[in-house]
């Protein structure tokens, strides 16, 4: 996680490419404090991190809350500085969680992310065992659902 004026927070290396991980990230403005969560799970920690990001141009307009980016003080992103992310779902609260609020939020909705996908194409078995014209066996039909459903 990047922060501007502060050091980055990693998670500890604790996920790995090509699986669905959750990632929770808080920061608590009373305490200065950034915790990362992996998989419902505390990751790293960090206090007197100021979060210093900007909601508003330099003209005064608001800017979007953005995800693998950040926002410039005059709107625009960060050149070379775009993430490299899939992702399924995003929670944003005006407030820091606490762990148990966010492992509770991890394990009500983990069934979501961790159903088995035999070929790897991105549609669970259990939808693919659904429809006729798809097997869970087969990579190249998620290409046919595009065609299908466009």
Do not use: C
């Not at 990362?36 to 330099?58: I, P």
């Not at 490299?84 to 779902?89: D, K, P």
């Amino acid at each position: 996680m990047g922060h501007w004026g502060s050091a980055d927070i990693g998670w500890n290396s604790t996920q790995l490419a090509s699986e669905w991980t959750a990632i929770a990230y808080t920061w608590d403005a009373d305490t200065q404090t950034t915790t990362v969560y992996t998989n419902g799970v505390l990751a790293n920690s960090a206090t007197g991190v100021a979060l210093d990001t900007a909601s508003e141009d330099s003209n005064g307009f608001s800017l979007p809350f953005v995800l693998g980016n950040q926002n410039n003080a005059d709107g625009t992103r960060t050149n070379g500085l775009n993430g490299s992310l899939t992702v399924a779902m995003v929670r944003v609260s005006n407030s820091a969680l606490d762990s148990d609020a966010v492992l509770a939020h991890y394990q009500s909705e983990v069934g979501i992310f961790t159903q088995k996908d035999s070929d790897g194409d991105g549609i669970v078995d259990s939808v693919e065992d659904m429809f006729a014209f798809l097997d869970k066996n087969n990579p190249d039909d998620a290409a046919m659902t595009r065609t299908k459903t466009a």
